[in-house]
């Protein structure tokens, strides 16, 4: 069982905006700064999308964007694209030099 | 650019061991903690391992420690895993994987996996 709570599936149809929930505890979501986001296409390697919680990598476009309020760090995407589709993963430090990731939420565009 | 490289995966019986190294090029590896995360057929991502840049800290997950070995060379700039008493649920893709820019804080750089089957 993940750590961290996703939801399975969202989706979007092309322009629109969705948002992707990951909830932890104060013990890493909540007690630190250091969430990232990750996209993964099928049979690819995760890419890192979202750091630090609302820091985008160079080279990552601006239509995604990441928040936190308590337990909860959110990745949105703007202007929902085709090339978006893909399954998506919040990670987190935790106490006890750890790393939790969530479930994995797969992002369809409709 | 900046490429990991991961090697030494296979098919193995229950119980056995296997190592898997990493090879690190393209950007300065001494200075950067180094991870293994895993991902299951089918499944998400889980954390394996950490060794800090220069080999003095090494954390695992709950679900390898006291099976699995994190180990690192600098002057080969190669990251291995050592797994013993290996499980059916040891079956993933083992992805070798870089920090960003502090201990923890994200991973921008990820390998292509290397794909390990515990079966009898």
């Known amino acids: 069982q993940p750590a961290l709570t996703q939801p399975a599936s969202v989706s979007g149809s092309p322009g629109q905006s969705i948002t992707i929930s990951c909830t932890g505890t104060?013990?890493?979501?909540?007690?630190?700064?250091?969430v990232s986001w990750y996209q993964q296409h099928p049979d690819k390697p995760p890419k890192l999308m979202i750091y630090?919680?609302?820091n985008r990598p160079s080279g990552v476009s601006n239509r995604f964007s990441g928040s936190k309020s308590g337990n909860t760090a959110s990745l949105t995407i703007s202007g929902l694209q085709a090339e978006d589709e893909a399954d998506y993963y919040c990670s987190s430090f935790a106490s006890g030099n750890k790393v939790f990731f969530g479930g994995g939420t797969k992002v369809t565009v409709l | 650019q900046a490429q990991l490289v991961e090697s030494g995966g296979g098919v193995v019986q229950p119980g056995r061991s296997l190592r898997l190294s990493c090879a690190a090029s393209g950007f300065r590896f001494s200075i950067y903690g180094m991870h293994w995360v895993r991902q299951a057929p089918g499944k998400g991502l889980e954390w394996v391992a950490v060794?800090?840049?220069?080999?003095?800290?090494?954390y695992y997950g709950d679900s390898v420690k006291g099976r699995f070995t994190i180990a690192r060379d600098n002057s080969k700039n190669t990251v291995d895993l050592q797994m013993n008493s290996l499980r059916a649920e040891d079956t993933a893709i083992y992805y070798c994987?870089?920090?960003?820019?502090?201990?923890?804080?994200?991973?921008?750089?990820w390998g292509q996996g290397s794909m390990v089957v515990v079966s009898s």
């Open positions: 994987v870089k920090e960003f820019r502090y201990s923890f804080d994200a991973f921008d750089i």
């Open positions: 104060s013990s890493d979501v909540g007690g630190y700064n250091f």
């Open positions: 060794i800090s840049y220069d080999g003095s800290e090494k």
């Open positions: 630090e919680v609302t």
